[in-house]
């Protein structure tokens, strides 16, 4: 029990264009959800923290009008990356914990999302 | 500040055991984990603890001691597959997850 889909794995999008995450608990009602990037050989960066039906709380440095997060339902939040230019070029991972997992005390991460931006 | 140190990188032999330390200084404590992200791939879940003392969960152990703001996970019995970074992370007062820069494992044959 208790995944967490993340999709795209991967995309590649031109300088300017916007692209969107998604992020979705299958079999668990996920009542916060977190976004964090991560650079290469670099440990997880928490970008934002979301909580269902209310807004996003952004980390110190995050641009919030660039990095979107909506978490409209308990299964589900997106992360619209916004303009993006080559150095969002990461790897974004979701995480999620909420009722129904196994172990409360565990977060569930999305497989990740790579991002290149030419 | 708020701060978790862990080696940057350690290098074990196949079959042998190997020991890494995780020491933090947080906002208070609400439990330490430890998760293992090979290269490319998402962190998955290794080990959750809050009481001090040991917990043995197969081939890896995760120890705590609160009093000294200490954590190791242990590794038996190596395989070229545990080859990966290891993450430690604590949650504070706050129940925000303050995480290290993680320890590069090399197994070598």
């Known amino acids: 029990g208790a995944v967490v889909s993340q999709h795209p794995s991967w995309v590649i999008c031109k300088s300017g264009t916007s692209v969107k995450i998604e992020c979705r608990s299958l079999?668990?009602?996920?009542?916060?959800m977190f976004w964090y990037r991560q650079f290469p050989k670099q440990s997880l960066m928490l970008m934002a923290t979301s909580n269902e039906g209310s807004k996003a709380t952004y980390e110190q440095g995050v641009e919030k009008d660039k990095f979107l997060i909506n978490h409209a339902s308990l299964t589900l939040s997106t992360l619209t990356v916004t303009s993006a230019h080559p150095e969002d070029s990461s790897f974004y991972i979701c995480?999620?914990?909420?009722?129904?997992?196994?172990?409360?005390?565990?977060?569930?991460f999305g497989a990740g999302s790579r991002l290149t931006v030419l | 500040g708020q701060n978790i140190d862990q080696p940057t990188e350690m290098t074990a032999t196949e079959g042998a055991i190997v020991q890494i330390n995780c020491t933090y200084q947080t906002s208070g404590f609400n439990g330490l984990f430890w998760y293992q992200q090979h290269a490319g791939e998402a962190p998955t879940f290794l080990s959750y603890n809050v009481l001090d003392g040991l917990e043995e969960k197969g081939r890896f152990s995760s120890f705590l001691s609160r009093s000294k703001g200490y954590s190791y996970l242990l590794l038996k019995e190596l395989q070229m597959k545990d080859s990966a970074s290891y993450l430690c992370?604590?949650?504070?007062?706050?129940?925000?997850?303050?995480w290290g820069a993680g320890t590069k494992l090399i197994i070598k044959p």
């Open positions: 995480s999620a914990t909420g009722q129904g997992i196994s172990g409360a005390n565990v977060l569930t």
């Open positions: 079999d668990f009602q996920a009542t916060t």
């Open positions: 992370a604590v949650r504070d007062s706050n129940y925000q997850l303050i």
